[in-house]
């Protein structure tokens, strides 16, 4: 049987998931709720097989494997310390990610 992880999510990445939501939602409240409800979705599947997602770009500069799942123009960025997933971010595709904004 697969290990299960245990997936902590960040006050950091609870307000990034306000504040897309909030944005989405003043031009369309359903694609909104739509949104959240699949970030949601995918944030759960980490459950299992968290290391299936690819190691973000930045990693190496940042000098710690950080793991990035996407969705639409949005990456959620995490990291593996077993036996736990830590939901750090989620952020605009476009953004680049420094260490700064991953260890709030």
């Given at each position: 049987m697969?290990?299960?992880y245990k997936v902590k999510i960040t006050a950091t990445a609870e307000r990034d998931i306000q504040?897309?939501?909030d944005?989405?939602?003043r031009e369309n409240p359903s694609a909104a709720a739509q949104w959240?409800?699949?970030v949601e979705r995918?944030?759960?599947s980490l459950e299992r097989f968290p290391e299936r997602c690819s190691v973000i770009p930045e990693?190496?500069?940042l000098g710690q494997k950080y793991r990035h799942l996407i969705y639409g123009n949005y990456r959620t960025i995490f990291r593996v310390e077993s036996p736990?997933?830590?939901i750090l971010r989620v952020v605009h595709g476009a953004?680049?990610?420094d260490l700064r904004m991953l260890e709030k």
């Open positions: 697969a290990r299960r504040s897309v939501f944005y989405i939602a959240v409800e699949e995918q944030i759960d990693s190496e500069e736990t997933v830590l953004q680049l990610v």
